[in-house]
């Protein structure tokens, strides 16, 4: 049985005996599970080929509005399942035109792990996240979503902190995401749990052109070995760790290979220092540049989840961010799915003129 909304209350459905929605893509964790990291590839963006006028994504849509001005359009009437390959390769141009793109209404939930997998594997090879679940029944391309009174994984995972972490998924890879699909499940029975998704294009943008020309040609450090220990830490034998941590160094600010937009390509979570910069300055432009990104709510939007709610972002030019602000216990349940692409592109290659090996003292201690 599921509950039924009352006239005046708009309710998400959920079953009156408290089991999931979709129990077959509940979350596994297998402690001795592995898998390689996938080596080098050439990716050619599906965005490349794509109709500019996206005749083929459009033709069935009914309604459609951006969310806001610098990021994020909802639709109405468009199936993702139901989409050509012509009609893929403007999904892809579209998200990288606007960062994200909310689908209302849609069957993807229940075509199965297969028909999802082909889909988005469209936009390139799928990620296998190093401690996340995957479903119980399903591949570990899959990526569970899960928070529950019966599983506080998640909620452990952000104790003492803020839960509003803005990031780009898997940074520290050496080939990065690129358009990723979320599929809600099952929601919060009230309002809550939605996602922000903030523009880096914009963020880039917001800055002055001096500072934006110094960013230029500058490289951080991206790690996932935070969340690799707090996954030990909180859950112990039991931790999942299918690969190594990762750590790779990227530009801080991408072009993006369709648009040629530039984005800034930092974010608080897996970002942790400036190449070539000391300590205390790296930490002193990375806190500036994490707090532009928090603050900037004039170029980020807000994804609220309904049934059949399917969101495609566009990961290059996009920070996001959970939300735990409904009641701890209720059932958040969706999946990720999410394709690598290609290896960020700097704005502008910085020239080493070697100056700093002609300081005695930092060639002496290694720091160049």
Known sequence: MVSVASPNKVVRPVKTDGSPLYPDYMPF??????????????????????????????????KMFDISPHVGTEIYGAQLSQLSPEGLDELALMAAERGCLVFRDQEFADIGFEA???????????????????????????MIIYDHKDD?????SWA?????????????EPQTPGTTFICMLESPSGAGGDTIV??????????SPLFRKRLEGLWAVHSNNDGATTE???????????????????????VHPVTKQKALYVNPVYTKRIVGFDEEES?????????????GQDFSCRVRYEPGTVLVWDQRITNHSQTLDYFPGERRHAFRLTPIANKPIPSKIDEDDNECMQEEERAMLNLC
């Open 29 to 62: 964790y297998d402690p001795l599970e592995k898998v390689e990291d996938r080596g080098p590839f050439e990716h050619v963006d599906p965005g490349h080929r794509a109709d500019p006028a996206k005749p083929n994504l459009l033709k069935h849509v009914t």
């Open 116 to 142: 999802q997998k082909k889909i988005v594997s469209h936009f390139g090879p799928l990620h296998i996240h190093g401690w996340a679940p995957h479903p119980v029944n399903g591949p570990p391309e899959h």
């Open 152 to 156: 506080l994984r998640v909620r452990k």
């Open 160 to 172: 003492r902190k803020s839960p509003i972490q803005f990031h780009t998924d898997q940074s520290p």
């Open 198 to 207: 903030s523009s880096s294009v914009r963020a880039y943008q917001r800055l």
């Open 232 to 254: 030990v830490k909180n859950n112990g034998t039991n931790a999942v760790q299918r690969r190594g941590v990762l750590t790779n160094k990227h530009p801080v600010v991408i």
């Open 283 to 295: 930490d002193y432009l990375l806190k500036f540049l994490f707090d532009h990104i928090v603050r």
